[in-house]
């Protein structure tokens, strides 16, 4: 079990079952821990990230076309061994909890191992996200340092090239089932697009016939390469609309316990679903800069992963975490949400569906999600 300390009292994250729980400060002293000088502090906002997202590099041998931050050759300058390990001594000393490290490739580094290893040793949780590509035999015993990993596949023969524009799926799924057979907690992450959209259940089954039972679904982004045919591969607002029927199909065909990340979640709200369901199924909207921030390849640090708002080093992070304005931007937004958003029943959770697709489609970071149904009246 681990804790820190907040304005409201703590947060606790446990291994077994692995949960991430918010507790009172009555929790608190009955969990054993004194008074902290947090208590005394009005701030809103978290005292750190929860969780750290870093790219570690932009190097990947698949240059897929919806990839969104244009992965393949390695960034100029990338950020060197040690100074990674110098941004992570610096969310450890800020108690972040898990560090996810991407890319790209994260795989792609040599000194990836040694990476997640280090953070392991002072007290961050390291997980991973790969294509799956790299992972052979060797490869994989070493994964067993990281506490989890999620294999990026979206779709089984056709549809995975269809969504991607490379022909990668055998490669991915031998990754996938070497990483099953090592014993280590696998998922996979899986961008929906209108291309896969009607090949979600082909999927749900080759996981659970190929003993994986977690499914992470992800919007597609308009950023990166993605973002020079995001309307084209963007959902039909009839998939959008079908988007929550489909997961209880599949949950109800296959077992398969999916979760979806912040962006989809308006395609879930439109069909009015209890909000405490959806808090269970960690139904919660965009919480860049509330709860995670995002550090690339080049050591800078955002607030979400698809803007170029950053502060210039993970360092800056000790003081930007609360009052950098990019930051602010999206931790306050639904503090003055525009209508229809403002009068939403669900814009507690929801906080206005995606930024940046509403930056990149409507024009204007502030806008409501163009794409939830409750907007575009699809």
């Not at 902290?36 to 906002?45: E, F, I, K, M």
């Not at 000393?93 to 002072?122: K, N, Q």
């Not at 896969?196 to 749900?204: C, I, K, Q, R």
Request: net charge neutral; charged share 20%.
């Amino acid at each position: 079990m681990r804790v820190r300390y907040e304005h409201f009292g703590g947060i606790v994250v446990l291994d077994q079952p692995a949960a991430t729980v918010h507790v009172n400060r009555a929790w608190m002293r009955r969990l054993g821990y004194t008074d902290s000088p947090l208590w005394a502090d009005d701030q809103r906002c978290l005292s750190a990230p929860v969780t750290a997202h870093f790219a570690v590099t932009q190097r990947c041998p698949l240059r897929c076309t919806y990839c969104s931050n244009r992965a393949g050759e390695g960034a100029f300058d990338e950020l060197t061994t040690a100074e990674i390990m110098a941004a992570l001594d610096v969310l450890a000393r800020m108690h972040v909890f898990t560090v996810a490290f991407g890319g790209g490739e994260p795989l792609a580094r040599p000194d990836i191992f040694d990476l997640a290893r280090y953070a392991r040793r002072i007290g961050l949780c390291p997980t991973l996200t790969t294509n799956g590509m790299l992972v052979d035999e060797a490869c994989a015993d070493a994964c067993r340092v990281f506490d989890h990993i999620h294999v990026s596949l979206d779709g089984v023969g056709d549809a995975y090239r269809a969504v991607r524009g490379v022909d990668g799926f055998a490669a991915a799924a031998a990754g996938l089932e070497r990483l099953r057979r090592k014993q280590i907690p696998v998922g996979v992450n899986c961008v929906v697009t209108r291309a896969n959209f009607d090949h979600l259940d082909e999927l749900a089954r080759f996981l659970t016939t190929n003993g994986v039972s977690d499914l992470l679904l992800l919007r597609l982004q308009p950023s990166g390469r993605a973002a020079e045919s995001y309307l084209d591969q963007r959902l039909t607002p009839q998939q959008r609309r079908d988007f929550y029927p489909l997961l209880h199909r599949l949950s109800r065909r296959h077992h398969i316990r999916w979760s979806v990340d912040c962006g989809t979640l308006p395609f879930l709200y439109w069909h009015r679903p209890q909000r405490w369901h959806l808090r269970l199924t960690g139904g919660e909207g965009c919480r860049a800069g509330s709860e995670i921030a995002e550090i690339d390849a080049n050591g800078r640090v955002h607030p979400c992963s698809f803007t170029e708002e950053a502060l210039d080093a993970a360092v800056d992070l000790v003081s930007g975490w609360q009052s950098a304005a990019g930051f602010e931007r999206f931790r306050h937004w639904a503090d003055h949400a525009p209508e229809p958003c403002g009068s939403c029943r669900y814009l507690s959770l929801c906080h206005g569906g995606c930024r940046n697709v509403a930056q990149a489609v409507a024009g204007d970071f502030a806008a409501p999600d163009p794409e939830c149904p409750f907007v575009s009246g699809a």
